[in-house]
């Protein structure tokens, strides 16, 4: 008998995004851990929608997302007209875009989606060919998720407590996932105690992530936001990991609102400060975190009701983003090597 229970579990079982031919299958996350729906998009305004209202979030899925929302794009627009569909698909693209504006994967999987429309040979049907990246995209991230797990999981070596951030998981990526993917491996080898935050004001830790790592049978402990710093001064965790919605190219990350505050506390409390993120993630045209738009979000998100409307003198500012300068951050794990200290030389080694 295993003292480790995660050997007991299936493995990565959840996945947010599944293509079916009837359109993308996308697990709605508004409503975990209490139901467990897959709602079917057929088209690309419904996938840019999905995106949007945060029925899939997290950067690696919603690039995922949108590269499958593209496929359903170019089979209306053929469809409608084999000479005119490449016109007729930019406006597409343009909704697909404008669904969040932090995430560069976002961008990034609709670029790759862009070359294969401009290599189609005219009045041939592109959906083979778009369908074939996506899913190409879908499992490159797996695998490279894979690949940091191990990476991640190396530099991390023997330290017994690690806190992450937000959800990361599969439910945010292809599968595996980026920071919990570095948890899922770490914890393959050595039982740890895994803390996790609630993630105030979408609870991404508290509904997304721990329902995650129960899938897995990861024992985990919640812990409200505002715990990290009485957490590390008990010295409970020697590492915080966390994930990434783009990556300036001096190193700065953007990633959900709290993780600024996570690395501060950090660096006062001698604790180790690790971000997990594909180079999907990294915005070479972006020189540092003051280029990179942070999303405001409705504040009715977290507003009580009752503040709601014309009477009421309360209103609430719901920036869902910040950014981490690359001072307060030790190592960049990306699946193609690791970038430690990156305020010394930026992630030029990975680019
Ligand atoms: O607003 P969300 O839930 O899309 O924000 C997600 C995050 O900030 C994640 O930490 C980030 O996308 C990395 S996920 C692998």
């Known amino acids: 008998m295993t003292s480790n229970p995660y050997h007991e579990a299936v493995e990565d079982s959840v996945r947010a995004l599944r293509w079916s031919d009837e359109g993308l299958l996308v697990l709605d996350q508004r409503r975990l851990p209490d139901t467990c729906d897959y709602h079917c998009h057929s088209t690309a305004t419904g996938v840019a929608e999905a995106i949007a209202t945060m029925q899939v979030r997290g950067a690696p899925a919603i690039g995922i997302a949108a590269a499958y929302g593209v496929v359903l794009a170019a089979r209306a627009r053929f469809a409608q007209s084999?000479?005119?569909?490449?016109?007729?698909?930019?406006?597409?693209?343009?909704?697909?875009?404008?669904?969040?504006?932090t995430a560069v994967n976002l961008f990034w999987a609709l670029d790759?989606?862009?070359?294969?429309?401009?290599?189609?040979?005219?009045g041939t049907s592109p959906v083979p060919g778009l369908l074939a990246r996506a899913e190409a995209i879908h499992a490159e991230d797996v695998a490279a998720n894979r690949a940091m797990?191990?990476?991640g999981a190396d530099l991390i070596g023997e330290a017994a407590g690690v806190l992450t951030h937000c959800?990361?998981?599969?439910?945010?990526?292809?599968?595996?996932?980026?920071?919990l993917g570095v948890i899922r491996s770490l914890c393959r080898r050595a039982r740890r105690d895994v803390y996790a935050t609630e993630t105030r004001p979408?609870?991404?830790?508290?509904?997304?992530t721990a329902w995650e790592l129960s899938q897995d049978r990861i024992p985990a402990t919640l812990i409200a936001d505002s715990a990290a710093g009485l957490l590390m001064r008990r010295q409970g965790v020697q590492w915080v990991i966390v994930g990434a919605d783009r990556i300036a190219a001096n190193g700065d990350t953007a990633n959900k609102i709290?993780?600024?505050?996570?690395?501060?506390?950090?660096?006062q409390h001698g604790v180790k400060f690790m971000v997990v993120a594909p180079t999907s993630t990294v915005d070479r045209n972006c020189r540092s975190g003051k280029d990179i738009v942070i999303e405001e979000?409705?504040?009715?998100?977290?507003?009580?009701?009752?503040?709601?409307g014309s009477n009421s003198t309360i209103s609430a500012w719901n920036p869902v983003f910040d950014v981490t300068p690359a001072a307060l951050i030790d190592v960049i794990v990306t699946e193609r090597g690791?970038?430690?200290?990156?305020?010394?030389?930026?992630?030029?080694a990975v680019l």
Do not use: H
């Open 82 to 101: 084999a000479d005119d569909w490449k016109q007729a698909i930019a406006r597409d693209l343009e909704v697909l875009a404008a669904s969040r504006p």
């Open 112 to 122: 790759q989606m862009r070359s294969v429309i401009a290599a189609t040979v005219p």
């Open 149 to 151: 797990g191990e990476l």
């Open 167 to 179: 959800n990361t998981g599969s439910l945010a990526t292809g599968g595996y996932g980026t920071a």
């Open 202 to 208: 979408w609870s991404q830790g508290a509904r997304l």
């Open 258 to 267: 709290g993780t600024y505050s996570l690395a501060v506390l950090a660096r």
């Open 297 to 308: 979000r409705d504040p009715r998100e977290f507003l009580p009701p009752c503040f709601i």
């Open 338 to 348: 690791a970038v430690r200290n990156p305020a010394n030389s930026g992630m030029q």
